[in-house]
């Protein structure tokens, strides 16, 4: 079996950060890489774990951002790199100030993209892994045992599933016959 084309994905990507401040400023740098947000999440609270405080501060927030033009699923790793410029950008001495979390959305799943490895996770190349962290089973994006806790939040899903009506009509519109 040959391998079939694959359909671009939506790009999603959180900005997590104790400073809602610098917002504008990282917005607007991730429009300037990425393209216009065609929407963007309210403020989540991320309090489900004190990884990121010693280096960021706290209380922590999370604001997600969806994007308006489709990317090939392929560019996750280049993405990633992007990203990972874009947080030491805003750093101050050696210390980040906001944390960049891209991903891709599709019809059946959505995946982070990390530098850390695990069992769950595949290489994609450049150091970088993809985390399989959602499906869509039942009309519904289902957690996994391994989904980080603040992907599993009721404002996390009904967000997703808002990009996701959009993904899938937007693919609709693209490609019918």
Aim: with cysteine; glycine share 8%.
């Amino acid at each position: 079996m040959r391998p079939a084309e694959m359909l671009p994905a939506k790009l999603v990507i959180g900005v997590l950060t104790e400073e809602k401040g610098l917002l504008p400023g990282v917005a607007g740098a991730l429009v300037d890489r990425f393209g216009p947000a065609d929407m963007v999440s309210c403020w989540m609270p991320f309090s489900d774990t004190s990884y990121y405080e010693a280096e960021m501060g706290g209380p922590l927030f999370r604001r997600v951002f969806s994007f308006s033009r489709l990317v090939g699923q392929e560019t996750l790793a280049d993405i990633k790199g992007r990203t990972n410029a874009l947080e030491d950008a805003f750093s101050i001495n050696a210390r980040r100030r906001v944390n960049i979390d891209p991903g891709l959305l599709l019809n059946a799943r959505f995946l982070l993209a990390t530098a850390k490895d695990h069992a769950h996770r595949v290489c994609i190349g450049k150091g970088i892994f993809a985390d399989l962290t959602l499906v869509y089973r039942a009309g519904a994006f289902r957690p996994l045992p391994w989904t980080f806790p603040d992907y599993t939040e009721p404002l996390m899903i009904d967000f997703l599933t808002d990009v996701r009506r959009r993904y899938d009509a937007l693919l609709h519109h693209t490609f019918k016959e």
